[in-house]
């Protein structure tokens, strides 16, 4: 897990980030950014440069590389900083809370507003950037590719799917947006694969959840990596969350990523409910979303019953 650079907030000065939106400038152009370059891109004096070095440094949010050069990179905590800035200068939120949750390609946190609201920082690259920048589809093309671009754009996708899924379907409303992070509504209810359904329930939850990817089919978008673990479930109903690698339906792979989506909520709910789960054609539900024709996996036979 990342640190939580709202500690060291308070303590940040204007021209420490001058110094840091200078190491990200350079970060677009090289993945250490020489020392000498730093007063140009952070409109700095030589002096203070050193002595922004020193502050940021010491609060984690860049690192020192020597190489040919000296370099300098931001940290996931810095990279934080400036997205943190950004929100508070637009008034999106007003003070950071506790985490909500920790994954491999996300932090998330309670954040202060007129209501509580979720920050979602995304990480893509942190830990293992070339496996993500071979996977996706938005570092595909790119031969300078840093885990700083990697994150952001994860977050432009995620974003921009939130946004054209809102309210059409049960997706957290999205709010506001900077470099990798996100601002959106908290999750209703625990992860699915938490919830403890009624025997009566399970049949009912598996339908809303597959209501809301046909829902997701009809708005343009196959969520492309469903899971027990990015579906809320409250009396309310459910809500499907973790966007970044959706696809449109019109992408070369989108009927064999929905059949996928299918067969791993159909699958979850064949282990955890085997008793209470019928017997699925995965591949007729996934065809009937893509007609527009499901209605219940009741309604789907199974091959040979």
């Known amino acids: 897990m990342v640190g939580n650079v709202a500690e060291v907030m308070a303590e940040l000065e204007p021209a420490d980030f ?8 350079g970060m677009r152009f090289s993945e250490w950014v020489n020392r000498e370059k730093l007063p140009e891109y952070a409109d700095l004096t030589e002096e203070e440069v050193d002595y922004r070095i020193d502050r940021c440094a010491d609060r984690g949010l860049i690192q020192r590389k020597t190489i040919q050069y000296e370099g300098y990179q931001l940290t996931f905590e810095g990279y934080d900083a400036l997205a943190l ?12 809370g506790a985490p909500l949750g920790v994954g491999k390609e996300s932090d998330v946190y309670e954040v202060e507003s007129f209501r509580p609201f979720a920050l979602k920082f995304h990480r893509e690259g942190y830990t293992n950037f070339r496996e993500v920048r071979k996977g996706r589809d938005y570092t595909a093309d790119n031969h300078h590719v840093s885990w700083q671009y990697t994150a ?3 977050a432009e996708r995620e974003y921009g799917a939130l946004e054209d899924l809102y309210p059409q379907v049960s997706v957290p ?13 908290k999750l209703p209810g625990p992860e699915l694969a938490d919830a403890k359904l009624q025997s009566e ?3 009912g939850v598996l339908d809303l959840v597959l209501r809301e990817v046909d829902a997701a089919y009809r708005a343009g978008y196959v969520h492309a990596d469903i899971s027990e673990y990015n579906v809320a479930v409250s009396d309310d109903g459910v809500v499907i969350f ?13 009927d064999e990523l929905l059949t996928r989506d299918v067969e791993n909520l159909v699958g979850y709910f064949h282990r955890k409910y085997p008793r209470e789960t019928p017997d699925v054609d995965t591949d007729a539900v996934a065809a009937a979303i893509a007609d ?8 789907v036979d199974e091959p040979g019953a």
């Open 173 to 185: 409303r999205p709010v506001d947006h900077n470099r990798h992070a996100i601002i959106m509504e």
């Open 292 to 299: 527009g024709e499901f209605e219940s996996v009741r309604a």
């Open 18 to 25: 001058y110094l840091l939106s200078g190491v990200e400038q």
């Open 201 to 203: 329930q399970v049949v």
């Open 85 to 96: 800035r950004t929100f508070a200068e637009r008034e999106t939120i007003s003070g950071m």
């Open 242 to 254: 973790d966007w970044p690698q959706s696809v449109e339906i019109d992408h070369e792979n989108a």
């Open 152 to 154: 952001r754009k994860a």
